[in-house]
């Protein structure tokens, strides 16, 4: 990993976001100055990994702007104040939107459950709110920390270091992948579902981050096939497309994210599975479109 990583730090006021990072600087706890709107700190891990974090203000004025640096940072740590159950329910509105904002798709995401040392709640009960323990379209983790212990914030860092040297989302199939996960999260949260155009609108809003190639041919195919699989439903009459119950559960599916079908084609062609049904052979192999058999063709005969 070349380069600083970009990291966003956000969180209610209060939540203990700019102790965090003093105290970890430091070494020792020292209570930090609260952010007005938005601090940057340069940070090296180990003596490898550099980070530059910004932290946005947890103000209710300040929050607005924290969109803004979405598409500009690598990863992002969502802090929680876990001794205020009070801010639970308005922490939920906010983790929300990073979660669901497009741009943050396939990037860590690090819920950090602050101030366990002085928390009532155990920290299983703010994750389960925050619905993320059936996420598969991103790297994620829940850690618990304390200001009085500063590495345990240096843990924080480590794991996102470690996801960007690891590359959790391998490069293949990940169009595709990406292209379906945001279609089936944006039909899951328009219930009545969305006329095509405005399916494609989005979308190519959304390449606008460079997350996903937005090519309408393409699109209209992976359509067909998701509606042809029963993954998608056509409303003839309203002219809206929509996801399926089906849909909905490969959606939860951790081999939506994993890309296996490269595996799943090794496998058939591996002497060991030639017995196996045409049918299942000819399913695999419709996974891939037709530029993706050919450089594997290329692949596979190169000597």
């Not at 006021?13 to 940057?40: C, M, V």
């Not at 329910?89 to 459950?113: C, Y």
């Not at 490069?171 to 095509?196: A, N």
């Not at 992976?222 to 998608?232: A, C, I």
Request: glycine share 6%; proline share 4%; hydrophobic share 35%.
């Amino acid at each position: 990993m070349k380069g600083a990583i970009q990291v966003l730090l956000y969180g209610l006021e209060r939540s203990g976001k700019s102790t965090l990072i003093s105290s970890y600087q430091k070494g020792e706890f020292r209570p930090g100055i609260p952010s007005t709107a938005h601090q940057s700190y340069d940070i090296v891990v180990e003596g490898k990994a550099t980070f530059s974090l910004i932290e946005v203000g947890g103000r209710k004025e300040v929050r607005r702007f924290v969109e803004e640096y979405l598409p500009h940072v690598d990863a992002t740590i969502f802090v929680i104040d876990g001794s205020d159950e009070t801010t639970f329910s308005e922490v939920r509105r906010e983790f929300l939107r990073i979660l669901n904002n497009p741009i943050t798709l396939g990037k860590p995401l690090a819920v950090v459950f602050n101030k366990v040392d002085i928390s009532r709640t155990h920290p299983s009960v703010v994750i389960d709110r925050l619905d993320i323990l059936n996420r598969y379209d991103r790297p994620h983790r829940v850690f618990s920390t304390t200001c009085k212990i500063p590495k345990s914030f240096g843990d924080v860092l480590v794991w996102i270091h470690e996801c960007m040297e690891e590359d959790k989302f391998p490069l293949e199939d990940k169009v595709s992948r990406l292209l379906t996960i945001y279609i089936f999260d944006m039909l899951v949260e328009k219930k009545e579902g969305l006329p095509l155009l405005a399916l494609l609108g989005q979308l190519e809003i959304i390449s606008r981050t460079g997350q996903v190639e937005y090519n309408r041919d393409k699109i209209l195919i992976l359509l067909r096939k998701l509606r042809t699989k029963g993954d998608l439903e056509y409303d003839d009459f309203k002219q809206v497309w929509k996801i399926t119950d089906k849909g909905r559960g490969k959606l939860q599916d951790p081999d939506l994210i994993k890309g296996t079908k490269h595996e799943k084609l090794r496998a058939i062609l591996d002497e060991k599975e030639t017995g196996k049904a045409l049918k299942e052979q000819k399913d695999v192999v419709d996974e891939f479109d037709i530029d993706e058999l050919a450089e594997l063709y290329k692949e596979t005969t190169k000597r």
